[in-house]
C-alpha cells in the first residue's frame, strides 16, 4: 500500500460519514445536486487567515493572490479576512471588479500583460507589479493617454531562490521580473516619470514548508529591497515580500511554523535599515489561506478488478483537480490526503486506486492507498482541494465540463 496524505485538521464523521463544519456530506451533496462537488469551509477559511494574522507582526498586511481560487463566494468571504489581493490577468481583474474590490487593495503581477489589461488596471487604480522595462514603458505610455498617474511597483528576480520550495520564482534566468542589477535605473526612471511609486514586489516561490527556509528568505528579501532602494537614492513606501508558505499535502508533510517565521520577521522589523523604517510590507498568499479549506467529492460509478487490483472508477477527475493526479507541477507523484467519505469512520480493508472518468492513466487521484471496502454509489473525498483545483484544471478536456462549487 502507498501512504496517503494528511488529512487537514477540522474534519469529522458523523454516522460514519465525512462531515464539514458539522454537516454531512451526502447532505452537502444532496444539496448541491450531485457531484463531482468542490466544497468550502467558511469557518476553516477563517480560522486559518486569523490564526496567521496572530502569528505575523502587526505590521505586515496579508494579500490573497486569488489564482489560487477566484470562486465569487470564497472571494466575498476573503474580503473580510485579508487586506488585499494579487491578480494575474485582466480576466482576474475583472472578477476583483465584479466583486467590488476596492482596486487600492489591489496589485497585478504576472507576465505576458496586454495592452488592454495594462489599461484597464491602470483607468482603474491597481497597483502594477512591472515585469519587464518594456512593459514599464506601455505602462507610461498607457497611463499618459488616460491622463492618469499609475501606481507601479517593480517586481524583483532575486538572485536567490525560496528554498525547498515547489515552484521557484527567482534564482537566475526567469520570465518574471526584472533582474535585480537593472531595478535602479528603472525605479528612477518612473519616480521621473511621475508615477505614483509603489516599491518592490519580491515573490521567490511557492509551496515551501521549512520555516527556516522562509525565515531566509525573508532576511533576503529585506537586505535585497534595502540595498536596491538606497541605490535609487529614495526611501522605500511598499515592499510586497512575496510568500511561498506551503500546505502539507503529502505523507510526512509537516505544517509551515508560522510562529517562529512571524517571531523572526518581528525581530527584523524591530531592526529595519534606514531606507525601509517608513516601509509597508505586505505578504501575498494563495495555497496557505484557502487550500485546506476546500474538499473535492466524487461518486464511485464502478469498482472493478483488473489483474487483482481494485479500481474506485469516480465520476471526477483530473480534469477537475489535476495538482491530486500529480500533474501540476510535481516531479514524483504522491498521494494527496483521500477517503472513503461515506466510510470515514471505517478501517482500512483494502488497497485500492481511486481513479477518474477520463481515458487517460494520467486520470489517478489516489493510487494503492488503504481505504475501506468501497462500492459504486460511495462517495470519495480528495482533500487540499481549496487552491488551484477548480481553474487549474482543465475541466473542458473530453467535454466532461467543470464541478460544482459551494462554500458552506
Ligand atoms: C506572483 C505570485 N504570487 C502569489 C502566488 C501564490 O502562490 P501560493 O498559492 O503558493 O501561495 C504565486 C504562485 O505562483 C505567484 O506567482
Known amino acids: 500500500m502507498k501512504p496517503l496524505g494528511p488529512i487537514p485538521p477540522g474534519f469529522s464523521a458523523i454516522d460514519g460519514v465525512l462531515a464539514i463544519d458539522g454537516r454531512k456530506v451526502t447532505d452537502l451533496v444532496a444539496e448541491a445536486g450531485g457531484t463531482p462537488l468542490f466544497v468550502y469551509s467558511r469557518a476553516m477559511l477563517t480560522a486559518k487567515a486569523q490564526a496567521l494574522r496572530a502569528a505575523m507582526p502587526a505590521r505586515l498586511t496579508i494579500h490573497y493572490a486569488i489564482k489560487a481560487n477566484p470562486y465569487a463566494p470564497l472571494l466575498q468571504h476573503m474580503l473580510g479576512l485579508v487586506d488585499g489581493f494579487d491578480i494575474a490577468s485582466g480576466g482576474e481583474l475583472a472578477i476583483v471588479q465584479a466583486a467590488g474590490i476596492d482596486p487600492a487593495r489591489v496589485s497585478f503581477a504576472g507576465p505576458g500583460k496586454r495592452d488592454a489589461e495594462l489599461e484597464a488596471a491602470i483607468a482603474a487604480g491597481v497597483t502594477l507589479n512591472l515585469e519587464s522595462e518594456g512593459e514599464a514603458t506601455r505602462a507610461l505610455a498607457i497611463a499618459e493617454r488616460l491622463g492618469v498617474t499609475p501606481r507601479l511597483a517593480i ?20 520570465p518574471f521580473g526584472i533582474d535585480e542589477d537593472r531595478v535602479p535605473a528603472l525605479g528612477r526612471r518612473l519616480m521621473a516619470a511621475g508615477a505614483d511609486w509603489r516599491g518592490f514586489h519580491i515573490f ?62 518581528a525581530e527584523r522589523f524591530d531592526d529595519l535599515p534606514e531606507a525601509l523604517q517608513d516601509t509597508a510590507f505586505c505578504i501575498e498568499l494563495g495555497r496557505y489561506l484557502v487550500g485546506e479549506s476546500g474538499v473535492y467529492l466524487a461518486s464511485v460509478v464502478d469498482r472493478k478488478l483488473s489483474h487483482g487490483e481494485v479500481y474506485l472508477v469516480t465520476d471526477g477527475g483530473l480534469h477537475h483537480q489535476l495538482a491530486a493526479s500529480g500533474n501540476f507541477g510535481t516531479v514524483v507523484r504522491r498521494n494527496y490526503p483521500s477517503a472513503i467519505a461515506t466510510r470515514f469512520a471505517a478501517r482500512v480493508e483494502e488497497e485500492a486506486s481511486i481513479v477518474g472518468c477520463l481515458c487517460t492513466p494520467l486520470d489517478r487521484l489516489a493510487d494503492k492507498g488503504g481505504f475501506p471496502r468501497a462500492d459504486a454509489g460511495d462517495l470519495v473525498a480528495i482533500f487540499c482541494a481549496g487552491a488551484y483545483g477548480a481553474t ?17
Open 204 to 265: 521567490a516561490g511557492s509551496q515551501a514548508l521549512s520555516a527556516d527556509a522562509i525565515i531566509e528568505t525573508q532576511r533576503q528579501t529585506l537586505a535585497l529591497a534595502a540595498r536596491l532602494a538606497d541605490e535609487i537614492g529614495a526611501a522605500l513606501p511598499r515592499c510586497n515580500l512575496g510568500g511561498g508558505f506551503g500546505i502539507p499535502y503529502f505523507p510526512g508533510d509537516e505544517p509551515v511554523d508560522i510562529a517562529a517565521v512571524g517571531a523572526a520577521l
Open 155 to 174: 517586481r524583483v528576480n532575486p538572485e536567490f531562490d525560496l528554498k525547498g520550495s515547489g515552484m521557484k520564482m527567482g534564482g537566475g534566468a526567469k
Open 392 to 408: 487549474a484544471s482543465p475541466a473542458a478536456f473530453l467535454g466532461q465540463g467543470p464541478a460544482g462549487e459551494m462554500l458552506i
